[in-house]
C-alpha cells in the first residue's frame, strides 16, 4: 500500500443554477490576462450542448486520454511514437474557433460619438488581434443558444442513442437541461502529466494538485491534447500552457478556492481523499462497465486503523488524516455513494465528482388531475425521466446504467424520506420500502439532506493544513536565516542632508 | 627624462610598422609567386599553360601589367590589342583573376624583374639550366589501376594523404565513370586540353591559382602521385568524352523535385485523418458576417 492523500471535489448538479458565478471569479482571479482572455479554468455548460471547446468530449476528434491496452493504458494522442510523429505539428489541437475569440466593447464610442439619429453603439472588438470583429462564439453559447439544433442535438452523449430516443428529448413540453460546471479534475492517472514531453507538469505530493512548471514548460502543446477534459490551455501570449491550479495559494492558507467559495447555489464540496497509488494501473485498465468500481475501490477508509498507520508511514500528517475523516467528499463519493467521476471511459481517474441531477418527472393534466410521474409508486420518476438514464450513464458511468440508476434511486429515497418527515403526505410503507430497497438508513438519509441543503462552510470545505513551515524545510534550512528575518527596508533608507 | 607628445608617438608606431613591412616586401614577391603564378609560369623555365615571363616588364608596362593580372578578361573586353593576341596566342586560356592589391602585384613584379636580369646573364642561365624542370611523366601512358585511382580520388571514395577536399564536392564531369558532381566551379570534361595538359594540370593541382581552390588546399598540398593519377583520370575522361551523351541538366534537380513530391505525399497520407478544421466551421460560415 502506497497511500496519499488528494484534495477532490464533489459538485452536486441539482443545485447548480447555471449562474457563472464560479466562472467569473475564477477569470478575475486567475485568467484577466494577455494571451489568456479565452481560457475559462471553470466554465459551466448546459447539458445536452456541445460545451466548451465545442465537442470536447469527442476524443475521436481531439484524442485525449487514454485508451485500453491489454492490462495497461496508453496515450490516445501522445506516448512515445506517436508524440514523436506530431511533436513539431500537433494535428488535434483544439483551434479558437473550438473555444472562442474572445471579445470585449468599444465602450468609449457610447461617450464620444457624434450626435445623429441613432443611438450609439459600442462595437465588439478582438482580444486576440484588436480589429472589430463579429462575434461568432462563446464560451457558453450552448447556454445562450440552449437548445438549439446547431448545439444541443450534437451533444457527444448521444452517441449510443437511437435517433428517436433523441427525437423525444426535444419535443416540446419534454425538453429539458441542466447544468454542469467543469473545473480541471487534478486526475490520479492524469494524461497531461504523461504526455508532456518537457516534464513540465506534475501532481503535487502532498495535495495531488496538477500543476504547470512556467519555467520548464515549452510550449509543445502535447497536454491540451492530451487532457480529455480539455482544462489545460496554451497562452499565446506567454507561450507556456496553463490549467486550473486549484487556488493552491488559498488552499495553502486555508481558504476554499475561488470558484467554490463565491458558488450561489452552494453546490461544492472539497474535502481530502485517501487513495492506494499502488491501485491506479490496475483501476485505470478494467473493462469500460466496471471502471466506476475500480475508481472508488481506490479510496480507503480514513478510520481503519491499518490505513491511518499506513499514511502516517508515508508522511501524511495525523491534520490530513483528520481532515480525511471530515471529508465531504468522502461522504458523498464512498459512504453514501451518490456522486459519481464525469466521463470515467477517458481512463484518466478523475477526482471531481457529480451528484446527477434528479430531474422533475412529466407532469401530465389527465381529466382535470394533475399527474407528476415522480409520484408514481417509488422510481417513476426515475423511469420516466425526461433525460434518459443512457444519457446520463455516457456521461457519468461509461454507459452503465445500473449504475446510474443505483446513484438516482438512493436520491429518490432521501427525497421519499424527506417528503414524509416534512409532508408526511407519504405512506410509511411506501418509505420503508425505497429505504428498504437502497439499503439507507434514515439517520443517513437525513445526513444526506442535511449536507445538501443545510450545510454550513466548514462542513463543506474541509480544507487539511498545508504545513507549509514543514515543506519550506525541504528546500532549505530554516536555522540559517533565523535572526536574520524581521523588520527591514526594501530600499536603503536615505540619510543625512 | 624625455617625453614623446602624442603626434610624434604615433609617428614613431607608424614608421616601425612600415619598416617592417618594407622588409617582408622581397620575400613577399617570391612568396605570391610560388602561390598564385607558378601554377602556369616560370621565369627563364620555358613555356607551360601560359608565357614565360622572363623580361616581362620590358614589353609591358606595369599599368597594363596591373590590369591584366587582376582581370585579363576585362581587359580583353576592352579590346586591348596586346591581351587579345596573348589570349589567343595561349589556346584562348583564360588566365584567372587574381585576388592581389597594387602593392602586391608590384612585389611580384619586382620579384619578376629581378629574377630575369638574373637569368638575362649567361652565367645565371647555366643556373636555370642547373634547376631544369623535372621532365613531366605524360599521362597517356598511365595504367589503368592509376586512371582507376585517379576517380577513386576525385570521388572521395580514397582520402588525399593531406586531407584536401575530393573534387567532386565543386566539381563535375559529363562521364558515366562517376556521379554528378558539384556545380560550384567549372565542369571539369575537357579540362585537359583547355588547362595545357599534363604540364598545365600538374602545375595546377602543385599550387592551385585559383582563389578558392588556394584556400581549399591551403597546407593541405597533394602528393605527387597523387597528382599524376587525378591527371591521368582527367585525360581518360575528356577522350572519352566524345561517346557520352551529354547531359543537359543536372538530374539532381529532377531528384529532387522527386524526392519533395513523395515527402509531401508521405506526411498526406501519415496525417491524412487529421483534425483539418474548426469542429464548428460550418455554424460559423453560415452566420451573417459585417465584414
Redesign the interface.
Known amino acids: 500500500m502506497d497511500i496519499r492523500s488528494q484534495v477532490s471535489m464533489v459538485f452536486h448538479l441539482d443545485k447548480c443554477i447555471g449562474c457563472h458565478t464560479c466562472s467569473i471569479a475564477c477569470k478575475n482571479v486567475w485568467t484577466d490576462r494577455k494571451g489568456a482572455e479565452y481560457m475559462w479554468w471553470n466554465n459551466v455548460e448546459t447539458k445536452p450542448g ?1 460545451g466548451y ?3 470536447w468530449e469527442d476524443q475521436e ?2 484524442k485525449g486520454g487514454w485508451e485500453k491496452n491489454g492490462n495497461s493504458v496508453s496515450l490516445k494522442g501522445a506516448g512515445k511514437l506517436r508524440g514523436l ?1 506530431n511533436i513539431f ?1 500537433n ?8 473555444y472562442y475569440e474572445p471579445w470585449t466593447y468599444k465602450y468609449e464610442d457610447l461617450f464620444t460619438a457624434p450626435e445623429g439619429d441613432d443611438q450609439p453603439t459600442a462595437r465588439p472588438v478582438s482580444l486576440v488581434t484588436g480589429e ?3 462575434v ?2 462563446g464560451p457558453n453559447w450552448d447556454d445562450d443558444l440552449g437548445g438549439s439544433p ?1 448545439y444541443a442535438r450534437k451533444d457527444v452523449n448521444f452517441k449510443d442513442l437511437s435517433a428517436s430516443e433523441q427525437e423525444v428529448m426535444f419535443q416540446l413540453e419534454r425538453m429539458t437541461f441542466f447544468y454542469l460546471p467543469r473545473i480541471c479534475n487534478h486526475c490520479l492517472n492524469p494524461a497531461c502529466v504523461a504526455s508532456c514531453p518537457s516534464g513540465a507538469i506534475y501532481k503535487r505530493g502532498e495535495d495531488g494538485v496538477v500543476l504547470i512548471n512556467q519555467q520548464v514548460c515549452r510550449a509543445w502543446r502535447m497536454c491540451v491534447t492530451a487532457c480529455p477534459y480539455k482544462k489545460s490551455y496554451y497562452n499565446w501570449h506567454t507561450g507556456k500552457s496553463e490549467k486550473c491550479i486549484l487556488c493552491y495559494p488559498r488552499l495553502e492558507s486555508g481558504q476554499a478556492p475561488a470558484c467554490m467559495h463565491q458558488c450561489v447555489g452552494r453546490i461544492r464540496y472539497l474535502g481530502v481523499m485517501l487513495y492506494d497509488a499502488d491501485k491506479i494501473q490496475e483501476a485505470a485498465s478494467v473493462n469500460e462497465d466496471e471502471l466506476v468500481d475500480a475508481q472508488l475501490g481506490i479510496y480507503l477508509d480514513p478510520f481503519d486503523p491499518e490505513v491511518i498507520k499506513e499514511a502516517r508511514k508515508n508522511g501524511i500528517a495525523d491534520s490530513t488524516i483528520e481532515a480525511a475523516q471530515k471529508s465531504p467528499v468522502y461522504k458523498f463519493v464512498k459512504e453514501w455513494k451518490i456522486a459519481l467521476p464525469l466521463h470515467p471511459e477517458f481512463r484518466t481517474l478523475p477526482n471531481l465528482f457529480y451528484v446527477p441531477a434528479l430531474m422533475p418527472g412529466m407532469a401530465t393534466v389527465k381529466d382535470g388531475v394533475y399527474e407528476e410521474s415522480n409520484t408514481q409508486f417509488l422510481w417513476g420518476g426515475i423511469n420516466n425521466d425526461r433525460l434518459p438514464i443512457k444519457y446520463l450513464a455516457n456521461l457519468f458511468t461509461a454507459g452503465n446504467t445500473d449504475k446510474i440508476v443505483e446513484v438516482l434511486k438512493r436520491l429518490m429515497a432521501v427525497r421519499w424520506h424527506r417528503r414524509q418527515t416534512t409532508v408526511g403526505d407519504v405512506e410509511q410503507g411506501i418509505v420503508d420500502m425505497a429505504m428498504g430497497e437502497v439499503k439507507m438508513a434514515a439517520d443517513t438519509a437525513d445526513a444526506i439532506f442535511r449536507l445538501t441543503s443545510l450545510a454550513t462552510f466548514d462542513e463543506r470545505f474541509v480544507i487539511p493544513p498545508a504545513h507549509r513551515e514543514e515543506s519550506i524545510e525541504m528546500l532549505e534550512s530554516t536555522a540559517d536565516v533565523k535572526g536574520s528575518t524581521g523588520f527591514g527596508f526594501k530600499e536603503t533608507p536615505k540619510r543625512g542632508w | 627624462m624625455v617625453t614623446l607628445s602624442q603626434p610624434l608617438k604615433t609617428t614613431v608606431v607608424i614608421a616601425i610598422f612600415f619598416i617592417s613591412t618594407i622588409t617582408l616586401q622581397a620575400q613577399n614577391g617570391e612568396q605570391i609567386f610560388k602561390n598564385s603564378c607558378a601554377a602556369c609560369h616560370t621565369v627563364g623555365g620555358g613555356k607551360r599553360v601560359g608565357p614565360d615571363l622572363v623580361g616581362m616588364s620590358t614589353k609591358r608596362s606595369e599599368a597594363w601589367l596591373i590590369k591584366w593580372i587582376k582581370s585579363s578578361q576585362t581587359l580583353i573586353e576592352s579590346g586591348d590589342p596586346d591581351a587579345i593576341a596573348a589570349f589567343e596566342a595561349y589556346n584562348k586560356v583564360p588566365m584567372p583573376d587574381q585576388n592581389l592589391s597594387d602593392v602586391e602585384i608590384k612585389e611580384v613584379i619586382d620579384y619578376i624583374n629581378t629574377k630575369s636580369s638574373a637569368a638575362e646573364v649567361p652565367v645565371a642561365a647555366t643556373a636555370a639550366i642547373s634547376e631544369p624542370q623535372e621532365p613531366i611523366k605524360s599521362s597517356d601512358i598511365a595504367s589503368e589501376e592509376e586512371i582507376l585511382l585517379g576517380q577513386h580520388i576525385f570521388e572521395g571514395n580514397k582520402r588525399l594523404a593531406n586531407g584536401g577536399a575530393a573534387c567532386i564536392f565543386c566539381h563535375n564531369l559529363n562521364t558515366d565513370r562517376i556521379i554528378p558532381g558539384g556545380l560550384l566551379a567549372k565542369d571539369l570534361t575537357t579540362v585537359y586540353t583547355r588547362m595545357g595538359g599534363d604540364a598545365g594540370l600538374t602545375g595546377i593541382l602543385n599550387a592551385p591559382p585559383f582563389p578558392a581552390m588556394t584556400e581549399a588546399y591551403k597546407n593541405k598540398p597533394m602528393t605527387e602521385s597523387e597528382i599524376y593519377a587525378v591527371v591521368s583520370f582527367l585525360n581518360k575522361v575528356e577522350k572519352e568524352s566524345t561517346t557520352q551523351t551529354a547531359t543537359a541538366t543536372n538530374p539532381l534537380l529532377k531528384y529532387g523535385f522527386i524526392g519533395f513530391a513523395m515527402w509531401v505525399g508521405i506526411v498526406f497520407l501519415v496525417w491524412f485523418r487529421r483534425k483539418k478544421y474548426a469542429v464548428n466551421k460550418r455554424i460559423f460560415e453560415r452566420q451573417v458576417k459585417s465584414y
Open positions: 456541445t471547446p465545442t465537442k476528434i481531439y510523429k505539428h494535428p488535434h489541437l483544439p483551434v479558437l474557433d473550438d472589430h470583429m463579429d461568432k462564439a446547431d
